[in-house]
């Protein structure tokens, strides 16, 4: 398998500048699919969940009952593209990309890494989010792991490892290792049980462009301390240094 880099977005590769109109967009899609009275308000601890986490946390404060939850988790990126695309202006004039950003990408792509995607976003939230941003060109989607895929975020990295392995060839079908139509169980929703089995992270919290482009004058990509190991024997590298 070859050498893969895995972005996390929000805080990593871009930020909003103060908008917040994915949010926005999120409490709006939220009520409409879940036919709440009230629109949800956001968690102030939201970094590092998914979307369906945070939707699941929502919904279970507000009462819903976990059958009710599934449905209504299988209306919401619907719900969520289409309120995010109502306002794609507002949207790109809110994302700002962060500094370096560019830089590493395009120094990544020169070296013939292949980029792609490890976010808590849902997968057509993150396509929008970084072609609004102009950053669409440097990823691989197809091979990425996404909030759609797991409300579980430490069970994404084995998905994006699954679909590198099929990669080749391309005929395989693209799975998800969850379905909203599957029963959610207790004691919390916002914590699903998954289908994969558990492996330690492997998390690069970049603290600055100065870091990455350090990272990129050499192509043997060593972990530097006291960043966390990769998985063993893995090419996998996640970079993460937001909340998403």
Known sequence: MPAVVLWDIDGTLVRS???RVSVTAFQRALRHAGNLADEPTYPANAGGKTDLQVALELLAAASI???????????????????LEANRAEL???????PGVPQILTRLQQLGICQALLTGN????????????????????????????NPDRSCLVP????????SATRSAPRT???????PLTSPARARVAPR????PQATFPVKSSQRINQMCSSTTYRTPKPWSKPYSGSPLRYINSGSD
Not at 65 to 78: F, Q
Not at 176 to 182: K, Q, Y
């Open 176 to 182: 998800s290792s969850w379905s909203a139509t599957r």
């Open 92 to 98: 790109t004039t809110d994302l700002r990309v962060l």
């Open 196 to 199: 994969w089995s558990r492996s």
């Open 65 to 83: 009952a976990d059958e009710r939850a599934a449905e209504v988790l299988s209306g919401l990126g619907a719900a969520y593209l289409t309120e």
């Open 159 to 166: 998905v994006s490892r699954q679909r590198l392995s099929t």
């Open 122 to 149: 849902l997968e057509p939230i993150a396509r929008l989010k970084l072609a609004c941003a102009g950053l669409d060109r440097y990823v691989d989607f197809d091979l990425g792991a996404y909030g759609s895929d």
């Open 17 to 19: 500048n103060g908008a």
